[in-house]
């Protein structure tokens, strides 16, 4: 588990942080394969990559043969057994439902020998759990990434119960060798950063709830008052509030009443306001 000499991957699940991630990993020279159910997600994915990388063309951050070297490496199927066909490294980022998760690590586990590095990109399920189904639990680790992967630099490092200590740096070394920083934390509800992020995003709802301030003031208090590149109520716009309230009703059920999704939230959803995927959120999107 050598991040330093891993020459290909594969990425499980095209949606915004699965293409994102294939797309840093291909930036880095690693022959990606980009999996999902659908051949219709999987092309807008490679859109989607290929808007960004165009974007960084344009802007003067990425050179036009890095943009068609990197593309040159990505390709896509909608086989699980022969997107991880012989790869180093395995990165699932399928939706936030741990019994999907589990089915597609038990299939990892009994495919793939137990030098292949097994990463999930959840944002708070247990790392343990999802390992527990695997042979081998102790390459497991979590890769928590965060939105936009190509241009974020932050990388979650999650250490479960039997993570082994050559999987966590192998997970540590790779995020470096991908442009980014990362942390290592241990394998607990929300981790470091959803745990933090969900309880003032939390608060900043029942704010607005409350009427004591409109969205723009409560993110523009954080911005200028606390040095915020983004407001919590403008950040979870972005994130989407269907996602940011999964994550509080697991830490709700896991932390307790902290974590108690405030009304706000579950009529937005409610309504399909999902944020800027949606239109609307706390904020409208044009």
Same mark, same amino acid.
Request: charged share 20%.
């Given at each position: 588990?050598?991040?330093?000499? &891993?020459?290909?991957?594969?990425?499980?699940?095209?949606?915004?942080?699965?293409?994102?991630?294939?797309?840093?990993?291909?930036?880095?020279?690693?022959?990606?394969?980009?999996?999902?159910?659908?051949?219709?997600?999987?092309? =807008?994915? &490679?859109?989607?990559?290929?808007?960004?990388?165009?974007?960084?063309?344009?802007?003067?951050?990425?050179?036009?043969?890095?943009?068609?070297?990197?593309?040159?490496?990505?390709?896509?199927?909608?086989?699980?057994?022969?997107?991880?066909?012989?790869?180093?490294?395995?990165?699932?980022?399928?939706?936030?439902?741990?019994?999907?998760?589990?089915?597609? $690590?038990?299939?990892?586990?009994?495919?793939?020998?137990?030098? +292949?590095?097994?990463?999930?990109?959840?944002?708070?399920?247990?790392?343990?759990?999802?390992?527990?189904?695997?042979?081998?639990?102790?390459?497991?680790?979590?890769?928590? *990434? *965060?939105?936009?992967?190509?241009?974020?630099?932050?990388? %979650?490092?999650?250490?479960?119960?039997?993570?082994?200590?050559?999987?966590?740096?192998?997970?540590?070394?790779? /995020?470096?060798?991908?442009? =980014?920083?990362?942390?290592? +934390?241990?394998?607990?509800?929300? *981790?470091?950063?959803?745990?933090?992020?969900?309880?003032?995003?939390?608060?900043?709802?029942?704010?607005?709830? %409350?009427?004591?301030? /409109?969205?723009?003031?409560?993110?523009?208090?954080? +911005?200028?008052?606390?040095?915020?590149?983004?407001?919590?109520?403008?950040?979870?716009?972005?994130?989407?509030?269907?996602?940011?309230?999964?994550?509080? %009703?697991?830490?709700?059920?896991?932390?307790?009443?902290? $974590?108690?999704?405030?009304?706000?939230?579950?009529?937005?959803?409610?309504?399909?306001?999902?944020?800027?995927?949606?239109?609307?959120? *706390?904020?409208?999107?044009?």
């Amino acid at each position: 588990m050598n991040a330093h000499t &891993m020459q290909s991957a594969a990425v499980l699940g095209s949606g915004t942080m699965g293409n994102g991630i294939a797309q840093v990993l291909a930036q880095t020279g690693l022959s990606v394969c980009l999996y999902d159910i659908a051949q219709p997600q999987l092309l =807008k994915a &490679m859109q989607t990559i290929q808007a960004n990388l165009d974007k960084g063309v344009e802007k003067g951050k990425v050179t036009a043969d890095d943009r068609d070297a990197a593309l040159g490496r990505l390709r896509v199927s909608t086989d699980l057994m022969e997107a991880v066909q012989g790869v180093d490294v395995v990165i699932e980022a399928v939706p936030e439902k741990l019994q999907l998760k589990q089915e597609i $690590f038990q299939q990892l586990g009994t495919h793939l020998g137990p030098q +292949v590095l097994l990463a999930t990109n959840t944002s708070s399920l247990s790392i343990s759990r999802i390992a527990a189904v695997t042979p081998h639990p102790e390459r497991v680790v979590g890769m928590h *990434f *965060f939105n936009p992967v190509h241009i974020m630099k932050l990388v %979650e490092v999650v250490e479960a119960d039997k993570s082994s200590n050559a999987a966590v740096e192998a997970a540590m070394a790779l /995020s470096t060798r991908m442009g =980014k920083d990362p942390i290592r +934390v241990k394998d607990a509800p929300g *981790f470091a950063s959803s745990r933090l992020g969900i309880a003032i995003g939390l608060e900043a709802m029942r704010m607005v709830q %409350e009427g004591v301030a /409109s969205p723009a003031d409560i993110d523009k208090a954080m +911005v200028l008052g606390y040095g915020y590149p983004m407001g919590p109520l403008q950040l979870t716009d972005l994130v989407g509030l269907d996602v940011r309230l999964n994550i509080a %009703e697991y830490l709700y059920k896991e932390l307790g009443d902290r $974590f108690l999704a405030p009304e706000i939230l579950r009529e937005k959803v409610a309504k399909g306001e999902l944020g800027k995927k949606s239109g609307k959120g *706390f904020y409208e999107w044009k």
